[in-house]
């Protein structure tokens, strides 16, 4: 699993339309090994420079009769309840203006997404499904991992359950913009929805979803599993909202969705539609992209 996002915060943020560029690309790939997929977005038009895309490998499709539509449509993910909040301490104002400074802001994410995730966990436990938390590591673009080298990525490997964030995507945005404490904000709610979104994809991989989806497939269900990994990751920040609040500052968050552009993911109807959703009922149940019809994850 390969995922990008990159955060970019328009000068012109206080003018309608204006407000930021997310542009997020997150592809399935190297779940077991192999050459990672990569990423091809369509970035937004204003705003910083976009990285740099990242060199496209062949996708080879594997065989639809390999999926299990049980794993996929009838997960015990979908029957945890809702998420709650799991007491976790304020989110960390740490500038995001160095790699060790965004590392040290993960890390103090993590245990939050560890301790309401692991308290979604009970009954997935019964069910004999482990729960594990993930690594988490900030990278330059030119570090390897045992899912291959992806680039200039965010992305999350499921061999060695590590999340690897790519540091530009954050640090550049957020320091083309000293003191502007919007942007900022804007530049971190990309950071958090970032991680987020890998998390998903590591709960994804606990319960077999990734597994079952395999190492290259691309395609539809590639869509509908990054819109599940975003839903999930709204899940959690709508838990935790009390202490990650950074979305109730802004009141045009729609606008955010907007400029996400990556055709992965893909709508921009259909991104804001799953974000919205995950958020709206912090219920992983709601986050059933593999059941839910074409026209909500095309
Ligand atoms: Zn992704």
């Given at each position: 699993?390969?995922?990008?996002?990159?955060?970019?915060?328009?000068?012109s943020?206080?003018?309608?339309?204006?407000?930021?560029?997310?542009?997020?690309?997150c592809?399935?790939?190297?779940?077991?090994?192999?050459?990672?997929?990569?990423?091809?977005?369509?970035a937004?038009?204003?705003?910083?420079?976009?990285?740099?895309?990242?060199?496209?490998t062949?996708?080879?499709?594997?065989?639809?009769?390999?999926?299990?539509?049980?794993?996929?449509?009838?997960?015990?993910?979908?029957?945890?309840g809702?998420?709650?909040?799991?007491?976790?301490?304020?989110?960390?104002?740490?500038?995001l203006?160095?790699?060790?400074?965004?590392?040290?802001?993960?890390?103090?994410?993590?245990?939050?997404?560890?301790?309401?995730?692991?308290?979604?966990?009970?009954?997935?436990?019964?069910?004999?499904v482990?729960?594990?938390?993930?690594?988490?590591?900030?990278?330059?673009?030119s570090?390897?991992?045992?899912?291959?080298?992806?680039?200039?990525?965010?992305?999350?490997?499921?061999?060695?359950?590590?999340?690897?964030?790519?540091?530009?995507?954050?640090?550049?945005p957020?320091?083309?913009?000293?003191?502007?404490?919007?942007?900022?904000?804007?530049?971190?709610?990309?950071?958090?929805?970032?991680l987020?979104?890998?998390?998903?994809?590591?709960?994804?991989q606990?319960?077999?979803?990734?597994?079952?989806?395999?190492?290259?497939?691309?395609?539809?269900?590639?869509?509908?599993?990054?819109?599940?990994?975003?839903?999930?990751?709204?899940?959690?920040l709508s838990?935790?909202?009390?202490?990650?609040?950074?979305?109730?500052d802004?009141?045009?968050?729609?606008?955010?969705?907007?400029?996400?552009?990556?055709?992965?993911?893909g709508?921009?109807?259909?991104?804001?539609?799953?974000?919205?959703?995950?958020?709206?009922?912090?219920?992983?149940?709601?986050?059933?992209t593999?059941?839910?019809?074409?026209?909500?994850?095309?």
């Open positions: 699993m390969t995922c990008r996002i990159t955060a970019r915060v328009v000068p943020h206080r003018r309608a339309f204006g407000v930021a560029a997310l542009a997020a690309a592809l399935l790939g190297s779940l077991a090994g192999g050459v990672p997929a990569s990423a091809t977005s369509t937004p038009t204003a705003g910083l420079a976009a990285a740099a895309p990242v060199a496209a062949p996708a080879r499709r594997i065989d639809p009769r390999r999926i299990k539509p049980d794993v996929l449509k009838r997960n015990r993910l979908y029957r945890v809702t998420m709650t909040g799991a007491g976790c301490a304020p989110a960390s104002q740490v500038p203006d160095s790699s060790a400074n965004l590392l040290a802001y993960y890390r103090s994410t993590l245990p939050c997404l560890d301790q309401a995730w692991k308290g979604s966990w009970r009954k997935l436990r019964k069910a004999g482990k729960f594990r938390a993930p690594k988490v590591v900030v990278h330059n673009g570090s390897s991992s045992p899912c291959g080298t992806p680039g200039r990525l965010s992305f999350y490997c499921g061999q060695n359950k590590t999340i690897y964030m790519y540091d530009a995507e954050i640090v550049n957020w320091n083309a913009y000293p003191g502007d404490e919007y942007s900022h904000g804007l530049t971190r709610l990309a950071a958090t929805h970032t987020a979104h890998e998390y998903g994809h590591h709960v994804q606990l319960v077999g979803i990734l597994r079952t989806i395999g190492p290259r497939y691309k395609g539809k269900l590639e869509r509908r599993a990054e819109l599940q990994a975003s839903c999930l990751g709204n899940v959690w838990a935790q909202r009390d202490a990650y609040p950074i979305l109730a802004y009141s045009q968050r729609p606008e955010l969705w907007r400029y996400i552009s990556v055709s992965n993911h709508s921009l109807a259909n991104q804001a539609y799953w974000t919205d959703r995950g958020y709206a009922s912090a219920q992983p149940g709601d986050c059933n593999f059941k839910a019809p074409g026209r909500t994850v095309s």
